[in-house]
C-alpha cells in the first residue's frame, strides 16, 4: 500500500468517525430537548421518556433541525419562544457533544 492510499484510508476512517459522533451527539441532543420540552410541559417520568422518544423520532422526517425544531414548538406553543427554543438546542448540542465524547 502507497502513502497516498493510507493517507486515503485515514481520511475515510476519520470521516465515517466524524459522522458517527454527529449523529450521536445530535440523538443525545434531540433527547435532551425533549426531556427539557417535557419539563416546561409538565411531563414527568415515564412520560417525559416517551415524549423525548417522539422527538428522537421528529428528527427521521427531514434532513436538519427544522423537524425537530418544528415538534418541539408546536407543542410548546406559548410555553417557550423560538428564540428561547433554537437557544436551548445550540446549548443541549454542546452538551451532547462533551456526553458523547466523554462516553468515547
Not at 493517507?7 to 450521536?24: G, I, M, P, Q
Not at 428528527?59 to 410548546?76: A, F, I, N, T
Request: glycine share 8%; net charge negative; proline share 0%.
Amino acid at each position: 500500500m502507497t502513502t497516498f492510499d493510507e493517507r486515503e484510508n485515514a481520511f475515510e476512517n476519520k470521516f465515517v468517525h466524524d459522522e458517527e459522533l454527529r449523529f450521536k451527539a445530535t440523538a443525545r441532543r434531540n433527547k435532551l430537548l425533549g426531556l427539557w420540552a417535557a419539563g416546561l410541559l409538565g411531563k414527568t417520568g415515564a412520560d417525559a421518556d416517551a415524549y423525548a422518544r417522539e422527538v428522537i423520532i421528529a428528527e427521521m422526517e427531514e434532513e436538519g433541525d427544522e423537524d425537530v425544531y418544528r415538534k418541539v414548538s408546536g407543542d410548546l406553543g406559548a410555553h417557550a419562544s423560538e428564540a428561547t427554543i433554537r437557544a436551548k438546542m445550540s446549548d443541549l448540542l454542546i452538551e451532547a457533544k462533551r456526553q458523547v465524547l466523554t462516553e468515547g
